[in-house]
Nanobody, 125 residues
């Protein structure tokens, strides 16, 4: 069975940090670009960040630049999303997804084939 699985979500206060993890099962993540997406209540799912499989180049949506960092640990077959200075508007279900090399690096959801079930992040005091 091939899948990606997210973990690390939870309830945090504004200004605090949280690290999400995306693990590959039956899938070597270093062969795929990995994207993080999120869906807030009543809103469409949006792209947050992505990392390439070739040179680990990264992209971020404007609202998280300078606060979130995406990274890989190939030995652990895991991609992380370190989230800092969290804000209430970051509250959402966060999904990771794996996409094949022949798509350009970006946050187009159609470029990703394997999706996890999501992990809830709630930022509230």
């Amino acid at each position: 069975q091939v899948q990606v699985v997210e973990s690390g979500g939870g309830l945090v206060q504004p200004g605090n940090s949280l690290r999400l993890a995306c693990a590959g099962i039956g899938l070597r993540l270093d062969n795929y670009k990995i994207g993080w997406f999120r869906q807030a209540p009543g809103k469409e799912r949006e792209g947050v960040s992505a990392i390439s499989e070739s040179d680990n180049s990264t992209v971020y949506t404007d609202s998280v630049k300078g606060r979130f960092t995406i990274s890989r640990d190939n030995a652990e077959n895991t991609v992380y999303l370190q989230m800092g200075n969290l804000k209430p508007e970051d509250t959402a279900v966060y999904y990771c997804a794996a996409g094949p090399w022949y798509h350009a690096l970006g946050l187009d959801q159609g470029a990703y084939d394997y999706w996890g079930q999501g992990t809830q992040v709630t930022v509230s005091s």
